[in-house]
């Protein structure tokens, strides 16, 4: 059974891995343009629309969604915890 994730090895792969990764950025590049679509659609509701105020549950919930999104994005630049240096021996 092969992984969704394999990275494929060798000459005769390499197109195979090419299109996976370009599969992958895809649905990375969809996901998070639903996402900002969404916070951007949810400030305007809230401001104009006189929607239910935020609450200290929107807050919370927003603090985990910033907080993976920060997991993300060190390992994605290789910050915070997946800074080089701070993994040095």
């Given amino acids: 059974m092969t992984n969704e994730l394999t990275v494929y090895r060798g000459d005769r792969n390499k197109t195979r891995s090419l299109e996976r990764y370009e599969m992958h950025r895809e649905q990375a590049i969809a996901m ?19 929607e239910s105020p935020i609450n200290w549950g929107d807050v919370g919930m927003m603090a985990d969604y910033a907080e993976r999104l920060q997991t993300i994005s ?16």
Avoid: I, K, Y
């Fill in 32 to 50: 998070l343009e639903r996402m900002l679509d969404n916070l951007r659609a949810d400030v305007v509701a809230r401001s104009t629309h006189n």
């Fill in 74 to 89: 060190d390992a994605m630049f290789h910050e915070g915890e997946h800074a080089p240096e701070r993994n040095a021996p």
